[in-house]
């Protein structure tokens, strides 16, 4: 029982002498031990650092030095290089004497091809040689960092137990006798504990509780509702290439096709390749994606998507779109905007509309309702009017209502794939029946919204306001839009406004490039080619101004009412009266009229193009314009 | 109930060692059903391993074993090997020229070796005391080649954990428990 | 209904064929003229599986000789000596793996995954100590465990922690338990492993955050004794119940006590029950109540944390690998994340289609939701259980070492004067003898 | 005294508990910062990454084609190659069988096959000569087979075919060569066997990628992969001369082994096909670099840096591509298993190519 044992207890009394001098050593052992692993210790951290902080930037200079050798020298670049080169900084000596021979032959004939080729051959080898050192140094510091932390894990342990060898026997040695306090008194001691031990109880059990329900209410994916038919959303090229929206690409009205037909007469049926009924009216206009043609109608009691094939001009699918909840009363619209004058919008997987109800539907292709809700019925002069624009996963809309003080107009992004609000911002307007658009301004996405007083533009990602000039008043209709670097914006009968996208903040004052107030029309967006701007008022007065400084012209007077916007194809401006009469003119410096053609079907929307055809959307029908073959 | 008990220890004795014996025959099951429950796929010890089809050579190999140099290292499949001249296993990207000059190689501790065999074929074989399992000529040689180099976990090295902390952080759960007497997924052509 | 269709779904494309091509053309290698024969690559076989069996004998003698060191010899030094051994052969030699407390969840997984068999070796070094615990009290903790061992070893200045505090920290060894088996069985991850904090000394070796835990603890163990053993290892929450009805226990004392007072703060682990008092009349009444109203609790607290352990699934869940890919994947495809990772990339690079991964991601969620029920539904057991313990009257009128607590280190013995006599007494008679 | 040694031990316990709070809350951050799931992905230097992304970038001045018509999916799981009819059929073998599309992409019928097809090609009299791993099968038009040839044993992979006027070239990866039949199927002589007096080097094909045809100059063209070559020899078999050299650069060929498929314009252009940093581009009969055709960009979804992304499951897949008369340009996608259809652009911005 003499052994070396922790918490031994023994009488210090009689083998004082002996067990003191052991008792001196122990500690010295424990001491060292001590002093020894934290060494190892540091060593080792020091050694972990050097590994995670050094090296790292060593070997970006190793990898600098292999694009150096790779890129190729011209002459005066080889040249200045040689003249930093330090002919004693090169470790080969005879590359440094060969390289010191071409540096002193090179003045007599500086043009001497060959002689160039030999110094540029010789820099080489030297670069290399570099790099070959630089590398073996690397490799051979990491090796010696893995050997290192390898050895010091050993030597820490040996510190270690060293160290609790020590202590444990001068713990031995440095035994108290148990010295039992005065007894407690037994049975209060008993009955806290008791009490104690339910409430540290009851403190766990809230703690993991509330932990756990705080975690649950995280919010998560749900893959029931994963719409896995569909891969993310389009591609720019993609959207250019249909109409995917209200007027086109990015709202412009603008096609590019040449093929687009100059000629038809819809009484005689030339030109045109179908001709369907659309079960419900709408004043919206028709969207083209691929081989989808899409179109909204509804009236009071019914809100529909219509679906048609864009070659055979069969409905496809039609889908009610939920109608408002029970309770909410009535709203009344003017009969000349209707319940569907807003224009659905697709990215090519779903296609999303929105009705005078506030109701929106989004649907995929083949007609498959992801969601529908409702925004709150709008509160409009008219009824609600404005279309809705896609910019990535969101779906914009611009649910401008009530009067400005009411505080009731807003901004809102749903989420294409769920519909749930991504962000939702407060406009300090009234109601409006202009439609967002979103451009890009270096490389930066905009969401460009018009209204009384404002010209808003918005950030997408959040929803955080990025710009506004105040410069609109009225009941705002047309909507912008954005050619030559300019926001284009109107204020029916009063003015023109073009803005600079570039600014921050107000920009009333620093970014209005310039103002124009002759014959803007009242509904109709205006079109341009960037260079010129064509405007169409209700009354069928054509203006076209210039885009850089906003001068007019000239005017010319159709003699005819015009709902639809104007549209820009090619060099050729495509305008659709009320009558349905379609007139094609110069996109020029003067007006000169091209073609006139009759659909004989009144039409208050703006039609659409794509890859050679035109489809115009009259008050019952939906035609389908082309060239057959 | 205390009291009771003080009466009687003799119940109290028994429920216990009742409760002993069943407690006993509880553990015998358990062990009994995780064994022999399924005769089929036999009980004998496994082994982690890269399952070469599946791996995508991300790196994490290098940087999540448990040992300060992985177990993880290059392997290469002779069988498969094109012995090419320009090895994408070996030269990087753009190789400045053709040597084993080091500034030309693309393996970053030199692990590969390059060897003339004859007229125009090269031998390439691997350092393991050098290779560290980052895979960076796996992703080229299966990127332009035939994919001859690939990732293993070398069991002279390997602490067979019982949850392998790489399998852990793989991206692509290549990692797999093996039988340990087959505790290699070779790359091999089936060709004779 | 459509989670029901999910799974199914998955379940089906599981078991159509993998369409992804192999890597390798069945393709002849160049004809060499200059004789060059193709090296063969070395494959250094693994750890031989005798050696697996070996330490399980080893587990076993190690075992039986500490039950004889803790109920026959009852001399600490021993038992250190014994644990030392432990710790080096068991630790320092095998690398801290497998260990019994890791066992636990091979073989809930093997239960579960019909693809995994958990070998025998492991069974054993899971079984053995428990059983020997159904006899002997924890004498695997006393001188077996390496973890309990090196962390016994460090104990320099133990402070007594009140035991009120100690039965409430205990509680997250249930919880560990409890996810511990959670996660194994759902196929996840092997928590325990991942997160002791021992083994990367043992192996001389690991990432830095693991050694800055290991170091943590090894610096409280310094003076709170075992923390790992006492309020973290799960597979010390059984041994507690077993050795609760084992058949011999450890006893502080060789035979009566004399109630000297001695041992009181000996042990460094609180395992030291000490005499109770009659309770007093006016308080009896008031407890019966208090107890009635718990047992009511009990069935209460049971479903309500089994409730919030199901609706905790979308958390736990991200813990399996095929969940976290379907999550990155969704939020990928719907544009609400930039980039992609390596993993969906990996993903991606299988053509596999999207729909069975989230179709296979539901069906773990499914699985994480009924896991969820069984573990919340335990722990709440335990919590109730928890509550019920402190007000039940037992009575004790000598001191006893805690059957369930105690890790037989045997420091106590020391402190007994009875033991000190009876030990002289031996002496004598050997000396007589001689 | 004994006060004071209380007071000692208290204040020690203290000290003690703080440090104990201090030792669990490092150990909590450590838990959390300890990262298990690879997340963090693996943190190894930029020296230790993969990426051709930058090689794979092509000067847009250089890309003379562009995607013309929607791609034509074949509905294989794996295609292996593809061939223009004289009239313009475009015919592709996958799987098991050979599908015949029109260049709208209208599905012109199957001829389903007993084994896997390796390559095709399409006589002007409208014979299909097929070749499998190792022996050919002829079909007539309509589709019915008319005759198998010889199997050429177990070594031979064969991976081109092609046909004069009376003969038929089959490309033999395994054997590195090239085998001439007659069209009833006798073999008459083998081209570009290891030969010093001829000076033919012999073919180097590390992988099952070994491309010919025939120019109209007469001449049969076979690459030489491992020597990133065109070479052409007379159907005799005596090497004329041959061009294409390794460059990481556009202008030449990238990798170990490339081109790995080719086809020859109305014009004597050639439009070679490359694998690892995917390139389609268009080469003068002299070998001289003129422009790209598709770049990985066009031709790999997510761009070059991508290219090496695809883990062994797709490793390095091999485009095979064909022309029509009109010069259009037809690249089979092995990874998506789709045709592609290229076709010029407007020669302008062909002249203000510059050549790095």
Known sequence: MKLAIDDTHKAPSGNNKVSSQWYHTAVAAAVIGSVFSLIVLELMLFNYFQRTVAEPKRDDKLEELKIQLRQSLNDQQLLSQLQELDVK????????????????????????????????????????????????QIRQIRMRRWNFSHRGSYLLLGGVVVFLIGVKSAHRYKNKLPAPQPAP????????????????????????????????????????????????????????????????PGGLGICADTNVPAKWNGTTGEAILWKTKVPLPGHNSPIVWNDRVFVTGADPNTCEVFCFGALSGRLLWNRPVKSTPQGAEPIDVMEDTGFAASTAVTDGRRVCAIFATGDVGCFNFEGKELWTRNLGVPDSAYGYASSVDMYRNLVIIQYDQGAADDEISKLIALDTFTGRTVWETKRPVPNSWSSPIVIEVAAQPQIITCGDPCVIAYNPSNGTEIWRAKCLGGEIAPSPIYTAGLIIAIEPYATMVAIRPDGKG???????????????????????????????????????????????????????????????????????????????????????????????????????????????????????????? | MSKHSEQTPGRRQILIAALRYGALGLLGATGGAAVFARKKNNTQNTVWQIDPEICIACGNCATYCVLEESAVKCMHAYAVCGYCRICFGFFGPEPADINEGAENQLCPTGAIKRSFVEDPYYEYTIDESLCMGCGKCVKGCSTFGNGALYLQVRHDRCLNCNECSIAAACPSGAFKRVPADKPYLLKRVDHV | MIRLAYITISVVLFLLPCTVASAVERFPPPDFESGYVQPTPTTPGPRQTVYEYIDTIVLFVALTISSYLVLRTRKRWAIFVMMIFSLIYFGFWRKGCVCPIGAIQNVTLSFFDPGYAVPITITLFFLLPLIFTLFFARSFCAAVCPLGAIQDLVLLRPISLPQWLESGLRLFAYVYLAAAVLFAATGSAFIICRYDPFVSFFRLNGSLNILILGACFLFISMFIGRPYCRFICPYGVIL??????????????????????????????????????????????????????????????????????????????????????????????????????????????????????????????????LGGWLAGGFIGLVIALKLIGPSLRRHRSDYEADRAGCLACGR??????KEHSKRKQAKETMSESR | MKMNRRLATANTKILIAGLIAVAIVVAVIAVVRFDTTGKKGSGLGQEFIYDVGELGKIDPNLIL????????????????????????????????????????????GEIKLADAPMCLTIDTDGKIYIAMKNYVQVYGNPPKPLATWQNLGSDAVLTSIAVSKNDVFVADAGNRIVHRFDKTGKLSNRIGARDKDKNISGFVVPSPYFDLAVARDGLLRVTNPGQHRIEAYTFDGDLEFWWGQFSAGVQGFCGCCNPVNFAILQDETFVTCEKGLIRVKICDPEGAFVGVVAGPEQLVEGGPSRVSEFGPASQAPGFDVAVNTSGRIFVLDTIKNVVRIFTRTSQKNNSDITFP
């Open chain 1, 506 to 629: 107000d920009v009333t004052k620093t970014h209005i490039a310039w103002k124009a107030d002759e014959s803007t029309p009242d509904i109709s967006c205006p079109v341009s080619n960037g260079e010129f701007i064509f405007m169409l008022t209700t009354e069928g007065f054509l203006t076209c101004y210039k885009t850089a400084d906003g001068t007019k012209l000239w005017e010319h007077e159709l003699q005819k009412n015009f709902l639809a916007s104007p549209s820009l194809v090619g060099n050729r401006l495509y305008m659709l009266s009320e009558k349905g009469v379609m007139y094609i003119a110069e996109a020029g410096a003067e007006y000169k009229e091209l073609a006139k053609c009759q659909l004989g079907e009144e039409c208050y929307a703006s039609p659409a193009f794509m890859d050679g055809r035109i489809y115009i959307r009259a008050i019952k029908n939906l035609y389908c314009i082309g060239t057959t073959n």
């Open chain 3, 240 to 369: 507690r119940q077993l050795s609760r009805i084992s058949k011999w226990k450890v006893a502080i004392t060789p035979d009566d006590c004399i109630k000297c007072r001695l041992c009181e703060d000996s042990c460094p682990f609180g395992a030291i029950k000490i005499p109770t008092e009659d309770w007093p009349a006016h308080d009896y009444n008031k407890s019966k109540r208090r107890l009635v109203f718990l047992i009511i609790l009990l069935p209460i607290l049971v479903l309500s944390f089994g409730w919030i352990g199901s609706i905790l699934q979308p958390v736990t869940s991200r813990v399996h690998a095929t969940v976290r890919l379907a999550d990155r994947i969704y939020l990928e495809e719907t544009g609400q994340a930039e980039g992609t990772t390596d993993a969906s990339d990996a993903f991606r690079a299988t053509g596999k289609d999207i729909k069975v991964l989230y179709a296979e991601a539901l069906a773990i969620q499914a699985r994480f939701g």
């Open chain 3, 412 to 417: 106590c013995f020391e402190y007994c004067p």
């Open chain 1, 89 to 136: 900084s090169i470790p080969d000596p005879n590359l440094a004497k060969q390289l010191n021979l071409l540096k002193s032959e090179f003045p007599a004939n500086p043009q001497d091809q060959q002689l160039l080729s030999k110094m540029r051959n010789v820099y080489r080898q030297i670069r290399q040689n570099r790099i070959r050192k630089l590398d073996l």
């Open chain 4, 65 to 108: 084609y562009k995607e013309s018509a929607p791609a034509i999916n074949t509905r294989f799981t794996k295609c292996r190659a593809i061939a223009l009819a004289p009239q313009g059929t475009i015919y592709v073998a996958g799987d098991k069988a050979i599908r015949k599309f029109d260049e709208s992409g209208n599905d012109l």
């Open chain 1, 185 to 248: 008194d037994r049975l209060n001691e008993q009955l806290r504990r008791a009490i104690y031990a339910r409430w540290t109880v009851t403190v766990g059990l809230t703690l993991l509780a509330s932990s756990a329900l705080f975690l649950a209410t995280r919010p998560w994916i749900d893959f029931t509702t994963a719409d896995t038919t569909i891969a993310s959303f389009p591609t720019m090229e993609e959207i250019k290439k249909n109409w995917p929206r209200f007027r086109g």
